[in-house]
């Protein structure tokens, strides 16, 4: 990827060394449909450049699924009126003060939702409750009921208490009380978020350079 870059004129990534023109054909057919994505999601909002190429560039990678992102951003929108089953939007503290966070479901993140709900229901007793129906019995005979209590039933939960935990990305609630997305949150170095929403910022608008940003 050292040597394809974006090209914000033409809104596509372009081949500097001309030597990988299936890489670039397959990076511009998930930004458009990124870009088409977002566009669809959209009642009010918009979104930055960054946050359409990082979404194509994690997507290419197969380190996301973006139509979760979608689905969450549609709920922000107000164009999905259902309930979502990740945690609600919150405001973020320095150095992201004023900015805000919303979570989005991952399926690489089953595992962790699962262990975590397991870790609650085993200090609530809850874990306990469920197995005891079957306690002294054979287990071959009772699979179906086991899977359920370690796997089915503490996602249901999880997703039911609105306390599933992925990714998330950051947005800003414009004065105008529209919805602004800037980027991804994939690790925690907060000081490197707030250059990537500063940076993201300026490139969408370039008059904010030397600016004071929230």
Known sequence: MANIQYDRSSISFVDLDRNHPKEISDLNWHLKYIRSSLDRSMKNGRYSHGFAIEICLNWHSRRIEPDFIFEEIKKLEGLDTNPS????????????????????????????????????????????????????????????????????????????????????????????????????GFHRDWEKLRAAVDGYKILDDPSLINKPTI
Not at 126 to 145: Q, V
């Open 85 to 184: 089953r990740v945690k609600k939007e919150k405001i973020l503290r320095s150095p992201l003060k004023g900015f805000w966070h919303k979570h989005y479901y991952q399926p690489l993140g089953i595992f962790q939702n699962l262990l975590d709900e397991l870790e609650k229901m085993e200090k609530d007793g809850s874990l306990l409750a469920a197995f005891k129906p079957f306690m002294g019995k054979m287990a071959d005979d009772h699979m179906e009921e086991i899977v359920d209590i370690l796997s089915e039933r503490p996602l249901r939960r999880r997703s039911e208490r609105r306390k599933m935990t992925g990714e998330f990305f950051i947005f800003e609630k414009m004065p105008d009380g529209t919805n602004y997305y800037i980027t991804l």
